[in-house]
Structures are given as C-alpha cells and as structure tokens.
C-alpha cells in the first residue's frame, strides 16, 4: 500500500480548514510535517488534489471526488482500533440540529445517551436547517437531525418522527377567543415567523402557499425563545413547532388558534452523507433517537 492513515489524515483536515498551518495544529504535528506527508501523497500517484486560492487551499474536482471515501474509509479504520482496544467506548459523534430539535429535544437525547453510553464524546451543534445540512455534506458534522425538507443529492434523508406546527397569540389578542381563523384573520394580522432557510419557515410557507404574498411579516427572527417573546408582547401571531410551545400553552402565557382549514403536519429526519461510514456511534444515537419517549 503506497499511502498512510496518516496521509489521509493530513488530506481530510488540509480539506476542512483549506490550511497546512491549521490542519498542522489539529494533528499537533510540525507544518513542515504535514506539508511534506500531502505532498508525498501526491507525488506517489501523480496527482493533484487541491488549487491554491491565494493563502488557502480549496479542494480540486479530484479532492471533492476522493474526500467521501477517505472519510469512510478513516471512519471504519477508527471503529477496528475501537474493537481492537475491546472496549465500550463508541467514540466521538458530532451531532447538528436545528433550531427547535436542538433547543427542545436535543438535550434530553444527549442527557439519556450520555448516560447509556458514559464513555461517548457527543458534541451538540445547532444551526438551522440549511447550515446543518451544509455541514453534513462537507463532514463536519457525522449526522444531523432536521426540521425541514432536504433534497441534497449527496445527502441520505431519513424520517424520524412527526411533529406539527402551531399558530399562537397571546392571551389578549383580538384573535384569542376565536372557535375558527379564517384566510381573512390571517391576512389582516402582522406576522412574527422564523428566518429564510429554517424548516419552520418552509413548512409555515408550504401551508400558507396560497395566502403567502398576501400576509405581512412584520418580524423575522431566528430564535424561538425572542418570537414566543414577541407575540406575548402582542406585537403579531407566531407559528412555530408544537414541542416548543406546550410549556407556555400550559403556563397561558400563549394561546394556540384553531386553523382547521390549513395543514401544519410535518416530519423531523436524519440526514448522513451517502458516503458516510455507518459507525456504531450514529447507529446507536439514531435507535436512541427512536426510543418512545423521543417520539411524541
């Protein structure tokens, strides 16, 4: 074999940081060093893997073809040394979700998780739905849990469970005491929504797809914590996902209103890359995921 896992290692994180000096750092190994191990790589096969953009290097059409197998392949080489050392650590997992997922969901998960598997390292990141799906296409991420629609030709989208969102106001607003909204309440109120790219946003788009240019977004606004804020100030209605309002729903401090004529339904997935080596880390955190009282 006239290539290293150390090679490898060197390639893949050169890809990620598109830097021999912060690659270098990562592997607390001499940038000479790491210079040196890519340029042998290549020099052995007589090819080139990355074009030089002024200080970075950006991988080539050969580099973005290779990546996804060497991080396979250095996944399953990680997972044999795991089996070699026989014991139950599975590793490092590094997790992405978004917003509502992240906030209401994602720690519970990671909380029973932990205590299952004591030994993981289990890294959180939340961002939303086209930030995480973005990573998980480039690896940062080894697996992401969505709240939208994803059609990444590289990505595998996996359903997960359902979930619904839910239009709400606060207690002294006009619409509070309504049985029924109609298209004519929901064209005459000022909207507080989440941002372009979130999945709230686009199921809320998808439902209202008919109405849509006719409502007025007066706020857009990326957390859920400061939209939930908003609407109790009643500067507008909301709609965002059911599993972040049952407290305040509880608590009245926000009313839900009976749209019965709109569908809110929608699913949260996993998303891998294809190419992505199914460890038994993301094997055991997706059953974990799937444990009953993660699913209503």
Request: aromatic share 8%.
């Amino acid at each position: 074999m006239k290539f290293t896992l150390r090679q490898l290692q060197i390639f893949l994180a050169v890809a990620h940081h598109e830097s021999i000096t912060l690659a270098a750092q990562e592997l607390a190994m001499s940038q000479s060093a790491a210079s040196d191990a890519l340029k042998n790589l290549e020099s052995q096969f007589d090819i080139q893997l990355f074009d030089r953009a002024g200080k970075r290097l950006q991988l080539n059409e050969l580099g973005r073809l290779l990546r996804p197998r060497v991080e396979s392949l250095l996944d399953q080489a990680n997972e044999l040394e795991l089996d070699f050392r026989r014991h139950e650590d599975i590793g490092h997992l590094k997790v992405g979700a978004t917003l509502s997922i992240g906030n209401y969901l994602a720690i519970q998960i990671m909380a029973g998780f932990k205590s299952a598997h004591p030994a993981a390292k289990v890294n959180l990141e939340v961002a939303n739905t086209t930030a995480i799906a973005n990573k998980v296409r480039n690896f940062i991420l080894d697996i992401g849990l969505i709240e939208g629609e994803c059609n990444e030709p590289d990505l595998d989208v996996i359903p997960w469970r359902e979930d619904e969102l839910v239009v709400f106001c606060s207690p002294e607003h006009p619409l509070a005491g309504k049985d029924a909204i109609t298209d004519t309440d929901l064209v005459n109120q000022q909207w507080i929504v989440r941002e372009t790219g979130s999945g709230t946003r686009q199921t809320f788009e998808w439902a209202m797809h008919d109405i849509l240019p006719e409502l007025a977004i007066g706020l857009e606004l990326q957390h859920t914590e400061a939209i939930k804020r908003a609407v109790e100030a009643n500067l507008g209605i909301g709609c965002l996902s059911k599993i972040t309002l049952q407290e305040a729903f509880k608590r009245g401090d926000l009313v839900p209103l009976n749209i019965p004529h709109r569908t809110f339904k929608r699913h949260f997935y996993f998303i891998l890359h294809k190419e992505k080596y199914r460890s038994a880390g993301i094997k055991d955190w997706m059953a974990f995921c799937q444990l009953p009282e993660f699913l209503s």
